[in-house]
Structures are given as C-alpha cells and as structure tokens.
C-alpha cells in the first residue's frame, strides 16, 4: 500500500470515527435544533435549554437522542465521500493537491459537498422525521382531537403520533413516493451542504497551516482541533437559515 493511499484510508478512518463521537456528543442539540425549526410559530418551546428538558420530562433521557441510530449509521459512510471527494478534487485541479489555491480549494469543496448528499440527503430525510416524532406526539397525548397541522410534513400517510422507526419510515416513503421520496428536499440539502464545504474545507486548511511545524511539517494535534472547530463553526453559522429551510420541506 502506498503512503497516499495509507494517508487517505487513515483520513477516512478518522473522519468516520470523529462522526460517530460528533454525534453522540452534540446530538441532543441537533435534536432541539430540529425541533425549534420546525414548531411554525406555536411556541412548544422557548429556546434549546426549555426544549431538551420538555424533551427529557417527556421521552426520558434516551429521547434527546431520537433518530441518532440513523446518524451513527449513516454518518461513517457520508464523512468518507465527503473526505475522499475533496482530495479526489484537490487532487484534479491543484498539482499534488498540497499548493496553496482559493479558488481551486473552494471548488474542490464543492465538489465534495455535491457528493456527500448522496448519503446526507436520506440521512436527514430520516433523522428529522425520528427528531420530530416526540413534538408531533405531544398534542395527541394532551388531546385526542389533534389538529392536522401537526401531521408529518413528508412520509405522507405514515402516521407519526405513534413512535415511527428508520426502517418504517424508509419503506412508507419508498412504498408510496419510489425512491424520490428519500431524497424530497435534495436542492436545499445542496443550497447548505455546498456552501459548507466550500467554506469548510479551504478555511481548516489554511488555518491549519498556520500551525504546521518547519521540523515535523504538521500541525499540532490542538492546533488542528482548534482549526477545525472555528471553521466548522463559521460554515455553520453562514448555512444555518438554508438548514432551517431544510426542516421545513
């Protein structure tokens, strides 16, 4: 095995496995984020801290994590298209992918964030609905009479008062809409996952090149971490609204 081919196995190993911790870390936020997105003006909840303890009282600790067997399953796969994508890309358009090119670097961001939705667009799709179950079941605990703007926004006749698996909604949405019916949402879904990555990805590497050492020429494990995290966060923050439009198809 060659050393790019070792160094892009131990990027796609790596990526996988700060997937899976992602999500276990930050998946009640995501969770409250799903459901703040998606109340439609009817104020269930006052803000992230009064929704994940409604949701803790109501579903119990394990409720703050609805939908993340999706995730954690799906999360591996997409990390690895989107990581190979990208050098795949650097590679194409930049000599040796390693010079340091704006343009070429937002372009091959692009490109990974093109294919990533392959595997992020059925993901959310699923993990949205399994997030959203807990709301859409409150009124139909409260009241037997529950009014029909709080039906399930996409599986159609699967009914979601009743506590829905991956599995059940996939095959409801594959039996009554074909295989379209998992990637409904697709444009908005590359409205914010292209836009991400062409921000992400140039922005951790030339931050992290600020912390490459002459003698080792890498960065430090902090630095890099460091790195990842403000451009993550700033990715984040500039493709929130087109994440909300997400939630709402």
Same mark, same amino acid.
């Given at each position: 095995?060659?050393?790019? &081919? ?15 911790? @992602? +999500?276990? #870390? +930050? ?13 439609h003006g009817k ?7 009064? #929704? ?7 579903? $119990?600790?394990? $409720? ?10 799906? +999360? ?10 990208? &050098? ?8 040796? /992918? ?7 670097e937002m372009l091959?961001?692009? /490109?990974?964030?093109? #294919? ?15 997030? &959203? ?53 697709? @444009?908005?879904?590359?409205?914010? &996952? ?16 600020? $912390?490459?050492?002459?003698?080792? @020429? ?9 790195? /990842? #995290? ?8 500039? +493709? ?10």
């Amino acid at each position: 095995m060659s050393n790019q &081919d070792l160094s892009i196995a131990a990027k796609l190993i790596n990526g996988g496995v700060a997937g899976l911790v @992602g +999500v276990t #870390c +930050v998946f009640p936020i995501d969770l409250a984020k799903t459901r703040l997105q998606n109340q439609h003006g009817k104020d269930m909840y006052k803000g992230m801290i009064d #929704c994940l303890m409604k949701t803790a009282r109501a579903e $119990g600790f394990l $409720g703050m994590y609805r939908g993340a067997a999706v995730n954690l399953t799906l +999360v591996t796969p997409e990390k690895a298209i989107k990581l190979a994508a990208n &050098d795949f890309f650097r590679q194409l358009l930049m000599e040796d /992918g390693m010079q340091r090119n704006l343009k070429m670097e937002m372009l091959a961001g692009c /490109g990974a964030g093109m #294919c990533q939705v392959v595997v992020t667009c059925p993901m959310e799709m699923l993990k949205i609905q399994l997030q &959203d179950a807990g709301r859409l079941a409150a009124p139909h605990q409260s009241s037997t009479s529950a009014p029909s703007s709080s039906r399930s926004y996409t599986t159609g006749s699967a009914s979601t008062h009743k506590r829905p698996s991956a599995t059940l909604i996939a095959w409801e949405l594959l039996r009554t809409q074909g295989l379209a019916g998992l990637y409904k949402g697709l @444009g908005a879904t590359l409205l914010r &996952d292209i836009p991400f990555s062409i921000i992400y990805f140039p922005m951790f590497a030339n931050l992290n090149n600020l $912390g490459v050492h002459e003698l080792t @020429g890498k960065a430090s494990f902090a630095h890099s971490f460091m790195s /990842g #995290c403000i451009a993550g966060s700033l990715a984040a923050v500039a +493709v929130t609204p087109l994440d909300g439009k997400y939630g709402r198809i």
